[in-house]
């Protein structure tokens, strides 16, 4: 999925954000493996760097990529939103939501 070693550290980042507000910082991470040693390595690596609170990336330089990704993204989660409405009928009708 192209996803950066930058990229598991912000992801780990948001999620540890999420269970200190929603769940009282209580969180399981699992590794499903990997098809480059190399990269997953280095993810896992930056994934732990995170959970022990020593960042290696630029939180703000990653936030500016987020928002610049932002549209994409927002449209994707429509579509998502609109194919699973028939399945789940509580959800909202814009991705904002």
């Known amino acids: 999925m192209n996803v ?28 499903e493996g990997g098809y480059n040693a190399e990269a997953l390595q280095n993810s ?4 732990l760097w995170e959970l022990t609170g020593q960042s290696v990336i630029d939180r703000e330089s990653m936030r500016q990529v987020e928002d610049a990704q932002y549209p994409r993204i927002a449209e994707t989660l429509s579509l998502i939103q609109k194919i699973q409405r028939p399945y789940w009928g509580e959800l909202k009708s814009d991705a904002t939501g």
């Open 4 to 31: 950066t070693q930058e990229g598991f550290a912000r992801m780990t980042q948001l999620v540890m954000e999420m269970s200190s507000e929603l769940c009282g910082g209580r969180l399981v991470l699992a590794l």
């Open 44 to 47: 896992v690596a930056a994934v």
